[in-house]
């Protein structure tokens, strides 16, 4: 099992930057992928990014140039610049094993002026 707490989400104005960590604990030497998703207000659950163990790091177009995804022993970073109104969202990090999925509790980016 692996357990994820999120932080780092808050209201911040257009423009500005925020990191999204995610901690993990449990069995996470079964971790192979890592990605950060997003939940609009009545919208789907998105991809924003991802990275695998051997793989390439992949960013949702709306997102290139401005987000980075990376990780550090068992944490899972994401870092957020040039927010925009658009990048509002509940943000949820998603890592997964050979078997499952993980997902954690999620936490709220509100980009407002």
């Known amino acids: 099992q692996v357990q994820l707490v999120e932080s780092g989400g808050g209201l911040v104005q257009p423009g500005g930057s925020l990191r999204l960590t995610c901690k993990a604990s449990g069995s996470i030497f079964s971790i192979n992928s890592w990605a950060w998703y997003r939940q609009a207000p009545g919208k789907q659950r998105d991809l924003v990014a991802s990275m695998t163990r051997f793989g390439p790091t992949t960013y949702a177009d709306s997102v290139k140039g401005r987000f980075s995804i990376s990780r550090e022993n068992a944490e899972l970073f994401l870092q957020m610049t040039s927010l925009n109104l658009e990048d509002t969202a509940v943000y949820y990090c998603?890592?997964?094993?050979?078997?499952?999925?993980?997902w954690g509790q999620g936490t709220q980016v509100t980009v407002s002026s």
């Open positions: 998603n890592l997964g094993t050979s078997r499952t999925y993980y």
